[in-house]
């Protein structure tokens, strides 16, 4: 009986920058992305950005600030694009390459395992303190706090929830508004 051995191409953020529409790469193999999510997921993700902002702005916080579809180089061969992100330093690079402070993904049936699972590890390990899933289809949110280099979860029931983003920026979320 013989093995065959199949060698598969390993891309980088080289390749990335040169392909067009939209992908992330995840230990070499790239992953395409849909021209543009559907109306629902872009409404509770323009709502969620809206909210953070609200409460950073609130809070008089200068450093946080939100962002939507960042390139996250986690690895020469690894992009994300978060569907939103907080960040609180400055971004100096065409993509950001330190620990953002919170993702946020918005499940969809083409990205659910890849969110809940890849995307997990890699954002646990690059110390991401906050990754909210959201399931727009069950209208639930997950917030997983880093706590000693590992994802606790909280399910979120509908209160105000507490954010600490930065030494000087505390916020407080009402997360229900962003299914209006």
Not at 39 to 60: D, L
Not at 79 to 91: E, G, N, R, W
Request: aromatic share 12%.
């Amino acid at each position: 009986m013989s093995s065959a051995i199949k060698i598969l191409p390993h891309y980088t953020y080289e390749d990335y920058c040169i392909w067009e529409g939209r992908w992330e790469i995840i230990d070499g193999i790239p992953f395409a992305m849909s021209p543009a999510p559907n109306p629902r997921h872009q409404w509770v993700n323009v709502n969620i950005m809206s909210e953070f902002r609200a409460a950073i702005k609130k809070a008089g916080c200068k450093n946080c600030k939100v962002y939507e579809f960042i390139d996250v180089k986690i690895e020469e061969d690894t992009i994300v694009q978060p569907d939103a992100l907080i960040v609180c330093k400055p971004i100096d690079k065409n993509f950001l390459d330190f620990p953002a402070t919170l993702v946020v993904e918005i499940l969809s049936p083409a990205t659910a395992f890849k969110d809940r699972n890849s995307k997990y590890s890699l954002y646990e390990k690059m110390g991401i303190k906050y990754f909210l899933i959201i399931d727009i289809d069950k209208k639930t949110i997950e917030i997983n706090t880093l706590e000693n280099n590992q994802y606790r979860l909280t399910n979120y029931l509908g209160n105000s929830f507490q954010f600490l983003l930065d030494n000087d920026c505390n916020i407080d979320v009402e997360l229900n508004n962003i299914w209006e």
